[in-house]
Every structure is written in C-alpha cells, then in structure tokens.
C-alpha cells in the first residue's frame, strides 16, 4: 500500500532530526495531558461552577481532549522505515501507540498510574512518555507494632518477615541498591553485545547460525534491552525525580511454566497495562472506576475468563508481535 506524500517526505529527514521532533511532541502531549486531560477525568466529580455538569457532556470533552493525542501516537511510528528502521518503529509503537496510548485512556477513566496519585510535571512526563509503572504502595501492609515481640514467638515473627515471592512483582520496587542496579545493567549489556554478535554473523554468514538460535536470540536480546534501559538506566533516573519503580522483568528464566512467565515475570510493564484498562473494565463490569473503590476479589471464573480473552484479543490487535 503506498503511503501519502507526508509521510514519505518526513521520512526523508535525517534520523536524529525525527527522533527529536518525536520526542519534543511527547513532552507537549504530557503537558497537555496533565494540564487538560486529567482535569477531565470522568472518575472525578465535576465542580459546581463548571460548565461541562451534564453527563453527556462531560464524556464529549474528556474524548475531543484525547483525539490529538491519539492521533499523534498513531501517526509517530510512520515516521520511521519499517524494514530500515525497525527497532525505532517497533519501540516507538510499544511506548506510544500501546503504552502512553493506554495510560491517558487510564487516565480519564480513572485507572492506571496516571490517576493513582497527584504527579509533578517531571514524575508525569516521566510516567507517561517511558515504559515504566512506578510503585503506588507500599510492599508491607502490615504496620509496625508497638509493643516488641516476645522471646517465645520471635522465630515465627522472624519467619513471617522474610519475603515471600507475590503473584505479581508491579506494586513492588526493585531489589536492591545503585550498586547492584549497576552490575545488573552491565550483564545486560553483555548479553546485548553477544546476542548482536549472532545476529550479526548470521546476516554476514548465512547457514552458519542454526535456524533454532535466531528465536532465541531475539528473546534474549529483548530482554536485555528494556532490561538494561528500564531496570538499570531507568530506575537511576526515575530516583533523580523521586520515583520508585517496579521491575520490567522478574527474573524469567526462574519461570515454572508458561503461565507463570506471562502473567507474572515477563514485561510486567505491558501485562499492567493490559490488567488496569482491559482485564479490571471487564471484571468490574464499568468502565469509570468509581473514587475509593478496590477491584472485587470474588471474581466468576466464567467472568475471568472473558477478561483474560479480552486481554489476548487487544494485545494481538495493538501489537501482535509481544505475544
């Protein structure tokens, strides 16, 4: 299909140039989703003096404020080559077109880290525009007690302390120091370097790389780089702006089955996403997710496993090649 003369003129820019462009216009849309959009959200209750009380209203505002914003993450990825540029295309799709795209959809339903708490224009820009989901409460639930524990239950009390692997790891922070996030980011890299390596020799040196490596190494080399970027790099910035983020992968290769690395290990960042606006909306039964309100634990298997279809069909149909 041949693409209008826009696309195949912006196209011809210089790549640094588009990547600029790109990501001036990203922080314009935060902005104007922070200072527009938010103010908007339809699990918030309109003000007395304001001019859009009507319901219907209300709902035509909050969608004509995110129409240019959709249209953007729509068009962003055809600025670059497909076949040429395809890592900037498919990364651009993923941040843009699925992620950003699904938090301000969050947003004015009232769901997602967008509407969890008050940002500041640096912590919104940063959750919005990058593939992170920062942490929104606590890891222990539990408050301090205030009396000490005595000597008969101190092994029990000490037993019950030690962490125990959750079924999801987006509500905690990332283990570890600087120091650690460091050495961890450097074995990414490493594994980025040797998974290049094999890609490289198999397009200089057909046959010589067995088929059965190839899949593999796009894997590996997936993982290495939004874990390099999100864990290492990622989580040093974001504790410059104040944010504490959840890991993007929990160690994979610890998984026990294809379930338990899909829902619970593997681009954690893509299943929340999917979890907040398309899993809960269907579990819930509404889509505004009403102020205070927790997601029902009794849930009907029937009911569940609608949401989980659910979840299957939007992620094949935004991005079929993360599944």
Not at 22 to 44: G, Y
Not at 52 to 74: G, M
Not at 182 to 199: D, E, F, G, P, Q
Request: hydrophobic share 50%; glycine share 4%.
């Amino acid at each position: 299909m041949a693409l209008p003369e826009p696309v195949l003129a912006v196209r011809e820019l210089p790549y640094l140039l588009r990547l600029a462009a790109i990501s001036a216009l990203t922080l314009v849309a935060c902005e104007w989703t922070r200072r527009v959009v938010a103010p908007l959200s339809l699990a918030k209750k309109p003000s007395s003096k304001s001019p859009n009380n009507h319901p219907r209203r209300r709902v035509a505002a909050a969608v004509a404020s995110t129409l240019p914003l959709l249209a953007f993450f729509a068009l962003a990825p055809l600025a670059f080559d497909p076949v040429a540029e395809v890592m900037s295309c498919a990364i651009s799709m993923f941040v843009l077109l699925w992620l950003a795209a699904f938090k301000v959809v969050g947003l004015l339903l009232g769901r997602g880290p967008l509407a969890a708490k008050e940002w500041n224009a640096v912590q919104f820009a940063f959750v919005m525009a990058l593939p992170v989901n920062p942490v929104l409460e606590p890891t222990s639930s539990s408050p301090p007690s205030s009396s000490p524990p005595s000597s008969s239950n101190s092994a029990s009390s000490s037993s019950k302390l030690r962490r125990v692997p959750s079924r999801t790891r987006i509500s905690e922070p990332l283990e570890g120091g600087a120091t650690r996030r460091i050495a961890v980011c450097a074995a990414k890299v490493l594994l980025l370097a040797a998974v290049v390596s094999v890609l490289k020799v198999s397009r200089e040196q057909p046959g010589k790389v067995p088929g059965w490596v190839l899949p593999y190494a796009y894997v590996f080399g997936l993982y290495a780089v939004l874990g390099m970027l999100m864990d290492g790099v990622g989580s040093l910035l974001a504790h410059c702006v104040g944010l504490e983020l959840s890991p993007h992968f929990d160690t994979p290769f610890l998984s026990r089955s294809y379930g338990d690395l899909w829902a619970r290990r593997w681009n954690l960042v893509a299943g929340h996403s999917l979890r907040f606006l398309v899993f809960d909306v269907v579990a819930e039964r509404r889509f505004v997710k009403q102020v205070g309100s927790k997601r029902s634990k009794r849930i009907s298997l029937a009911r569940r496993m609608v949401a989980v279809a659910a979840c299957f069909v939007v992620s094949f149909d935004f991005f079929p090649s993360e599944i």
